[in-house]
């Protein structure tokens, strides 16, 4: 069973900084993507497994997401945090396979637990 446990998170003043770090229990380039959400609904930031990425319009300039494959990490650079980035931050991996019962592509997503930000004014 694949495990995503996400850390970094916790209190800062506007302004700050905070980085999230998402560790896989397997190699992260069995995923074809791994990303942070709000609330498991709203995308925050995005890599895929050829390193592209994709950032949520809000978080563009201000946050950074990137991958250490020797350590099967995912981060998430915050910085010039505002109060509304507060949340609780989700990990999420994206494996797609084909489904032979209903012959199509299908995927998995797995989750972490998540980690609180909290963006005080």
């Known amino acids: 069973q694949v495990q995503l446990v996400e850390s970094g998170g916790g209190s800062v003043p506007a302004g700050g900084s905070l980085r999230l770090s998402c560790a896989a229990s397997?190699?992260?380039?069995?995923?074809?993507?791994i990303g942070w959400y709000r609330q498991k609904r709203d995308l925050v930031a995005l890599i895929n497994s050829d390193g592209s990425t994709n950032y949520a319009n809000s978080v563009k300039g201000r946050f950074t997401i990137s991958r250490d494959s020797a350590k099967n990490t995912v981060y998430l650079q915050m910085n010039s945090l505002k109060p509304e980035d507060t949340d609780v931050y989700y990990c999420n991996a994206e494996e797609s396979f084909y489904n032979q019962a209903l012959e199509q592509d299908d995927h998995t997503d797995y989750w972490g637990a998540g980690t609180k930000v909290t963006v005080s004014s």
């Open positions: 397997e190699s992260i380039f069995r995923f074809d993507a």
